[in-house]
């Protein structure tokens, strides 16, 4: 058992080749390029995820009319000019970003190579872009469950391991 190594740096005009002694597994993960797909899904993704109900957020909700205990910093002065009454803005409400990223592995008769491993890719690219600690991040596949950004690296184990066979996926967690 050995590892072949091969490179063309650093002029691309040759090929060096080196066979080395290698008695260990080794996994090579799926890549985590920011492709179409990815491209295409991320901005339905980034960000804060919004209700439009009141809260303490950011974006204006609604106006209202002023009542007892409202913050005075809230109050909409125009509005309450035109209006000839208090009125205080509310905003929406801002919650925690939380994400499952569930890979559903089909049978082989079910997907083509080229599209599963553009499954994988996408679910290995998410994990990777969203395990940076700020995502209440958690993964589901079958045989494999992880809650939290540091199983990111066990999640990307799993895909580069994973081939198509129908399994019952794990969704009630």
Known sequence: ????????????????????????????????????????????????????????????????????????????WKATARAQTVMVREFTREDERKLKIVFDNPAPSEVKTQDYESAIKLAASLAWHFADGTTDISFAAPGFLGVGPQEALSFLRYLAVAQPAAQKLPLET
């Open 1 to 76: 058992s050995a590892l072949g190594l091969a490179t063309r740096f650093p002029f691309s005009f040759l090929t060096k080749t080196r066979v080395i002694p290698f008695e260990r597994e080794l996994i090579v993960l799926p890549t985590v390029d920011e492709t179409e797909e990815f491209l295409t899904i991320l901005p339905t993704l980034r960000g804060e995820f919004e209700m439009f109900v009141a809260g303490r957020g950011y974006d204006l909700y609604r106006l209202r009319e002023f009542a007892a205990g409202d913050a005075a910093r809230h109050i909409d």
